[in-house]
DNA sequence: TACATAATTGAAAGCGCTTTGGATGCCATT
DNA sequence: AATGGCATCCAAAGCGCTTTCAATTATGTA
């Protein structure tokens, strides 16, 4: 069924049955309620791919999935995506997920955006001096970038959180506890997130005039087991820190098996912030010793974006260019006064 | 730059410069030669709703992605996109996700399926008795199902894994270890693989003559917290089960901390059977105690049915129409020998 | 040399929709 | 009765591509 067919049974024309069907006023409103009924009827769905050929828009919005036979899919995806979706269900737009492998990824967006198949991009996974910057600018067509870039100018729409704040108090927080050696468990270096995080714990640091050392550092992909081997690594310090950072929950999973099996205490031992995304599937509330952390929904932040990304596309705007959200330090039970060194 | 600008530029007709693109036989060497080194200079890419438009196909396909204010993001369906994503970027397929309220999932099929928008289409999060089926076999739209429909007829393409003979060996193990009080932590009662694991539990006891009692079971979405949850009441049980076999190893996270907060130990006093999605964040192996699992990678899934999926797009078949994944049961330390009972 | 054949290229139709630029009929005004 | 305005409706062009059918040129054969 398409639009000359449902026109011909209708008697009308194409261009009346389309008007009726877009609410155009110039309708009788009378035709309307036929038109309406005959679609209810006949299950007739416009063609969106002709749609957007007509009209060169099509209520979806792009992104691309990083992806390759070696590549750790990212839990973080899935919950962005989440978010995402549940602002484009309600405005009936969808979107078009491109994989690429993470060398194209420059390439990959360029190819989505000049498909013609989408109104508006989203960009994820952002580094310091995103070569993806350059290329959005001159592209002609809406987006907004979760996170931003570290080192390059902030005049690009964004939304991101306040990565450094947010361990920059939390490190404060351990510092008025007392502990003076530290631990940071980071995402992948290049990953601006990491770096902003990173930049906190220092600056916070340095106003006690301490500073991170190179092997209280890791850098690594956001899993459990990873969270694991770092924390083993940082337990075999001879100076072995007290306080740990962790940039997420997932990763903070691991660690803290690493410090059971040392056989030392979460909250007395061994102090623990880590960062939540707010991943439905793990409650840092309801750990066993329940977890303190910065927190940032990151599908609050999905949804946002698309809420942004759709307005522009239906110029229901004006929206803020950049935001940056605050995040919550929610202490609980995995941070506590710095022990007793027994050297001291 | 379109079509017609490029071949304005190249002194070639529309048609010329699109069989040049497309690998058609009838067009000299050297023209073709000209034609791509034009494309190069000047970055031109078809517009892919034109192409669809024209052809009926445009390399994509579809998915509908339950999501609701209130509704849990799912881990797997991450996991399930990279698999699909690392086959679809090898064919330059992309995905058309649209979001939709779980309620809504069959009328978002059908709006996706004739938005002319896909070429196929993949269906996940199968129910016993799933009303999508009629629908998808009444399409006229290749598509295949992970999972099954319990109580449908299996005439539809679908790639599965032996969800009941998984749990069936599982069962078998911790009976031949001497246990005789089982329970079951298994996903939401609706989905098919529920349905199928619990029947395997359940065949595998009454060869023994054993019964899964009700209050044995749970039926909970698949995160740590409900995990944790689960274990407690299992625990509190007057007959305390010593077996538990659990559909995800997110919630085993949970149902272990429980365990371990009631002093007593993975392995001896408790041994515990999960099934493993091969997800990149958590590597059972790397638990304190190892976990044994029965294993299938979701990921790898995904691979494969994006395959059948771009493949009968691509009329280059045949694919089986079903297909059923043995899963791997592997032993590790999470299971031991049933502890003597202090009655007996 | 003349003619069939193969190799290349192009003109134009069509995919299903939106939208511009009229038509048409009806009513109130003059 | 003639005029203008309004409410409705429609024919046709156009979005950027593919593909059918036809034209043109080059090649080989008798």
């Given at each position: 069924m398409n639009l000359k067919q449902l026109s011909e049974l209708l008697g009308l024309s194409q261009t009346t049955v389309s008007r009726a069907l877009n609410g155009y006023p110039e309708v009788n409103e009378a035709t309307r309620?036929?038109?309406?009924?005959?679609?209810?009827?006949?299950?007739?769905?416009?063609?969106?791919?002709?749609?957007?050929?007509?009209?060169?828009?099509?209520?979806?919005?792009?992104?691309?999935?990083?992806?390759?036979?070696g590549h750790q899919s990212d839990v973080h995806f899935g919950e962005f995506l989440a978010g995402l979706g549940e602002e484009a269900v309600r405005?009936?737009?969808?979107?078009?997920?491109?994989?690429?492998?993470?060398?194209?990824?420059?390439?990959?967006?360029?190819?989505?955006?000049?498909?013609?198949?989408v109104d508006a991009l989203f960009v994820a996974?952002?580094?310091?001096?995103?070569?993806?910057?350059?290329?959005?600018?001159?592209?002609?067509?809406?987006?907004?970038?979760?996170?931003?870039?570290?080192?390059?100018?902030?005049?690009?729409?964004?939304?991101?959180?306040?990565n450094e704040g947010a361990f920059y108090d939390a490190t404060r927080l351990l510092l008025q506890?007392?502990?003076?050696?530290?631990?940071?468990?980071?995402?992948?270096?290049?990953?601006?997130?990491?770096?902003?995080?990173?930049?906190?714990?220092?600056s916070a640091l340095a106003e006690r005039g301490l500073t991170l050392e190179e092997d209280c550092m890791s850098h690594a992909l956001m899993t459990d087991e990873q969270g694991l081997l770092a924390m083993e690594r940082f337990l075999q310090l001879p100076q072995r820190?007290?306080?740990?950072?962790?940039?997420?929950?997932v990763m903070a999973l691991g660690a803290i098996r690493a410090v059971n099996q040392a056989g030392l205490r979460?909250?007395?031992?061994?102090?623990?912030?880590?960062?939540?995304?707010?991943?439905?599937?793990?409650?840092?509330?309801?750990?066993?010793?329940p977890l303190t952390t910065t927190r940032s929904s990151l599908r609050a932040a999905g949804a946002r974006i698309a809420q942004r990304l759709i307005g522009t596309v239906k110029q229901a705007g004006p929206f803020?260019?950049?935001?940056l959200w605050?995040?919550?330090?929610?202490?609980?039970?995995?941070?506590?006064?710095?022990?007793?060194?027994?050297?001291?």
């Open positions: 309620e036929r038109v309406l009924q005959a679609v209810k009827e006949t299950g007739y769905r416009p063609n969106k791919a002709a749609q957007r050929l007509a009209t060169g828009k099509a209520g979806s919005i792009g992104l691309v999935m990083p992806t390759a036979p405005h009936d737009f969808h979107f078009v997920i491109m994989p690429a492998d993470p060398d194209d990824e420059v390439a990959a967006l360029r190819r989505l955006a000049i498909s013609g198949n996974y952002m580094r310091g001096h995103d070569p993806r910057l350059p290329m959005l600018k001159s592209l002609s067509m809406p987006y907004v970038v979760h996170g931003r870039s570290f080192g390059a100018e902030p005049d690009y729409p964004y939304l991101d959180i306040d506890l007392g502990h003076t050696r530290f631990a940071l468990m980071n995402g992948p270096t290049h990953l601006d997130f990491a770096i902003r995080r990173r930049n906190g714990v220092i820190p007290t306080a740990i950072l962790c940039s997420s929950t979460l909250g007395e031992d061994i102090s623990l912030i880590a960062h939540d995304d707010v991943l439905p599937l793990l409650k840092p509330e309801s750990f066993s010793v803020p260019e950049q935001e605050k995040t919550e330090l929610i202490v609980r039970a995995s941070t506590g006064p710095a022990p007793q060194s027994h050297e001291a």
